[in-house]
């Protein structure tokens, strides 16, 4: 019979269509893989300059001239500040620590410059909020610490409450806004640790950065391996002794 060859021909278009499919999901398996390795190496390269930050020697506090260009490749720079801390005009934001569940203090330091800098001075547990027990230095004082971006808005699921002074995150216009300060730098410090047994605690900065890229990547690719390994087994296996199917 003269219709005998075509389903032959359908099961080899069908054939050919798989084929075209599991290349084409090979080809975005390596690019995933690929991009997974790239994004190892960009990490990589922000941790290396991360850690050139931690380790390098502290400097001056960027000034209002500086300001404007202050971005992410500014986080963690290790700043030495001296002022006078405004006592008056602390904030208290909620925090869960190493040390478990309480409050950063955050208190403007104002500059001989004339500007001030929210300084992130350490932890208080919940049950210490009373600034009776914290040290408060009155004078002049000079102090190492970190340069952190701001956190504007508040924490995951909780936005910070001017009116109510709930904070939640370091958010340094909301904060210097509900505090009545005028020139104040668009970044936080956090300060280096204190001395044993003191109020706030110090030195409590996380420094951590997540790096699954080459796990992520390995998989992205013995994803591609095992789909290529299986097209190449439906090739293998296509049974082609049938292309030439008898008219009987």
Same mark, same amino acid.
């Given at each position: ?16 269509? !798989? ?45 209002p001239a500086e300001?404007?260009? =202050? %971005? ?8 030495? !500040? ?56 009155e004078g002049p004082?000079?102090?190492? %610490? ?53 109020l706030p605690v110090? %030195? !409590? ?12 990547? =390995? ?12 097209? =190449?087994?439906?090739? !293998? ?7 030439? %199917?008898?008219?009987?």
């Amino acid at each position: 019979m003269a219709s005998g060859p075509r389903p032959a021909r359908r099961s080899r278009a069908g054939l050919v269509v !798989l084929n075209l499919v599991g290349l084409a999901l090979v080809a975005a398996l390596v690019g995933l893989g690929t991009w997974q390795v790239q994004r190892r190496a960009w990490k990589l390269d922000l941790i290396a300059r991360v850690e050139a930050r931690l380790h390098a020697p502290p400097g001056p506090p960027p000034g209002p001239a500086e300001w404007p260009a =202050i %971005g992410p490749g500014d986080a963690y720079r290790r700043l030495t !500040l001296t002022g006078r801390f405004r006592h008056d005009r602390t904030a208290l934001v909620q925090a869960v620590t190493a040390l478990g569940g309480g409050y950063w203090v955050v208190t403007p330091l104002h500059t001989p410059e004339g500007f001030d800098v929210l300084v992130n001075r350490g932890f208080v547990p919940a049950d210490r909020r009373d600034p009776a027990g914290w040290q408060r230095p009155e004078g002049p004082v000079t102090l190492t %610490g970190l340069l952190r971006p701001s956190e504007p808005g508040g924490a995951f699921l909780r936005s910070n409450d001017p009116a109510a002074d709930r904070w939640y995150s370091r958010d340094v216009a909301a904060l210097a806004r509900s505090r009545g300060l005028s020139e104040v730098a668009p970044y936080f410090v956090d300060a280096e640790a204190t001395a044993p047994g003191i109020l706030p605690v110090g %030195g !409590l900065t996380v420094v951590a950065f997540r790096n699954d890229h080459l796990v992520y990547a =390995i998989t992205w690719y013995a994803l591609a391996a095992m789909t290529l390994a299986a097209v =190449i087994a439906l090739d !293998l296996g296509y049974p082609r002794g049938r292309a030439g %199917g008898s008219d009987d």
